[in-house]
């Protein structure tokens, strides 16, 4: 005799990796709120009281993002977050600093200095950590949009220059106006490394033939993925003054005045908010401004808004405790993603747009404050 099937059970899909949280701070308000915005997003988190109980707690467990208070880099000026980076290594979880309306600007500097890479401001809302946790899921941005704007990113080849502050700092500059940096010591390496990733560069600037660095030409079938690639060679003798090269390099890329005036720009932490102009309002989303002009800013965040975005602007000014409320368009934006060898800072670019004179000459106050000695 047949007895009826029972219930077929349908077959389990693939079980995904429950992110985990290392939230690293001793126990207060602003922590308990943090344990409160973690509870719905379904991850495990976890907590240890400094920077040095974390760098033993990364030895087992594999944190998805870690969280910083901002008075654990009061004490030991960063050293132990500078520990816990190299602990992490470069393909480790973002470091995000949470900090509050008034914490000093000396803290956001050494944190700015040590690797933090996202800024989450106190009462830290759960829509934030969602979208950074999506994000690092790979989850966060429509595949459209990542193309969008990765088709804005130019991939800069640099020979001869062994990172950011070579050349005198002509790297950092060129990452903060948005481009991507592969540094090599030749072209031929470089373009090697660049064929390895499925690019193509969209400029190459050498310096080969200084003291101690080899010159090194692209094998001949690596040759056709350099041709027709505008290219510029320094003189390895003549020092790099990085702002008169920035014209030349963005002529021959072809792309407007869209450096931000990033020659121009002065070293300037402070706490950001920014959100997406539109019919239904603002989502806020915060990040930390790590340099200013008064043409516009640099805010670093793994969560930035669509390059071309119209956004308003809170920016936080510790060294007066006032709040400048401005607006912006993103000139150029770098979400989270894996850099596979590439340079460039997650965040984005925004050029201010109609600053009133007032808080336009207090801007030019503040960047020339910055500039003294």
């Known amino acids: 005799m047949m007895t009826a099937p029972g219930r077929v059970r349908p077959s389990p899909g693939p079980v995904e990796a429950t992110p985990r949280v290392l939230c690293v701070g001793a126990t ?13 997003l379904r991850c495990v988190a976890l907590q240890v009281p400094s920077l040095e109980s974390a760098f033993l707690e990364v030895q087992h467990t594999r944190p998805s993002l870690v969280l910083v208070h901002w008075r654990q880099l009061v004490a030991g000026a960063g050293m132990g977050l500078r520990a816990l980076r190299l602990r992490l290594g470069g393909d480790g979880p973002p470091v995000v600093l949470v900090a509050e309306p008034e914490t000093p600007a000396e803290v956001l500097e050494v944190g700015d200095a040590e690797g933090v890479e996202d800024c989450l401001l106190s009462p830290l809302r759960t829509h934030e950590l969602r979208a950074r946790l999506a994000m690092l899921a790979g989850g966060g941005v429509p595949a459209a949009s990542v193309r969008a704007s990765r088709v804005r990113s130019r991939l800069l080849l640099l020979a001869g220059a062994s990172g950011p502050l070579a050349w005198s700092g002509l790297g950092a500059l060129l990452e903060a ?3 991507r940096i592969l540094y ?7 373009a090697a490394r660049v064929a390895e990733q499925g690019e193509r560069p969209d400029l190459v600037l050498s310096r080969e033939g200084a003291p101690g660095v080899p010159r ?13 690639v505008p290219s510029l060679t320094l003189d390895a003798d003549a020092p790099v003054r990085p702002a008169s090269l920035l014209p030349r390099i963005h002529a021959l890329l072809g792309r407007e005045d869209a450096s931000l005036r990033v020659e121009a720009r002065v070293r300037f932490c402070c706490p950001v908010s920014f959100g997406e ?8 989303r915060s990040g930390v401004s790590s340099a200013l002009s008064p043409g516009g800013l640099l805010v670093r965040t793994l969560v930035p808004a669509k390059a071309g975005t ?4 809170h920016i936080l000014l510790p060294t007066l405790g006032e709040r400048l409320e401005t607006h912006g368009v993103v000139a150029w934006a770098h979400a989270y993603a894996p850099r596979n060898g590439v340079s460039h800072p997650y965040g984005m670019g925004v050029r201010f ?13 503040l960047c020339q404050a910055e500039v003294r000695p």
């Open 353 to 365: 747009l109609g600053m009133g004179p007032p808080r336009l000459m207090q801007l030019r106050q």
């Open 216 to 228: 090194g030409l692209p094998s001949p079938r690596l040759q056709p993925l350099l041709a027709g």
């Open 277 to 284: 102009s539109g019919p239904r309002g603002a989502e806020w």
């Open 310 to 313: 119209a956004v308003e602007l």
């Open 177 to 179: 106006c948005g481009h």
């Open 28 to 40: 207060s308000e602003s922590w308990l709120a943090l344990s409160r915005a973690l509870r719905p």
């Open 184 to 190: 090599s010591a030749t072209v031929g390496g470089g």
